[in-house]
């Protein structure tokens, strides 16, 4: 039986963007875990955004997502925090963060958001294109639903 959870955490780390809801006004952000799996995604943005606006006023927000690549589909609601942890930032840096902060890690504007997840719906498609194929040849055949994924409801406040 497969941990939806456990996958959920395994396929996010392999995506790239997503889309952050806040108040139905939708705009791309890039999800970031870390090697701990400390149950949280991290974002960072910058003062003034909806995001850190957000964050700032403790609201919850959904998180939309959309990777083939990953084989993950859906969204997830929770409740983002703006947080001070200059380590957690540390772990997540990267050279594409770099790009959009002139001072980089120390930049004044920037903001370092902590979402945490409380319940969500995911898909997960195959993440193999040659059985994506083999089960709609199949499914064509035969008359019935191709097998390519798996539907699931999450709730991140219980235990997994």
Do not use: C
Request: hydrophobic share 40%.
């Amino acid at each position: 039986m497969t941990d939806f959870k456990k996958e959920f955490w395994k396929r996010l780390s392999n995506v790239k963007s997503g889309l952050m809801d806040v108040d139905g006004r939708l705009f791309p952000m890039t999800p970031n875990l870390t090697p701990e799996d400390d149950g949280a995604i991290w974002f960072i943005t910058s003062k003034g955004t909806d995001a850190a606006d957000a964050a700032e006023a403790g609201k919850t927000i959904r998180f939309a997502l959309s990777d083939n690549s990953a084989g993950l589909h859906g969204y997830v609601n929770g409740k983002v925090s703006t947080s001070p942890n200059q380590e957690k930032l540390e772990e997540i840096w990267s050279v594409v963060a770099s790009a959009w902060f002139e001072d980089g890690k120390y930049d004044p504007d920037l903001v370092l958001v902590k979402f945490e997840p409380q319940d969500g719906e995911i898909w997960l498609s195959t993440e193999s294109g040659a059985v994506f194929l083999f089960e709609t040849i199949k499914a064509n055949l035969t008359h019935h639903e191709p097998d390519v994924g798996q539907r699931a409801t999450l709730d991140f406040k219980k235990a997994a």
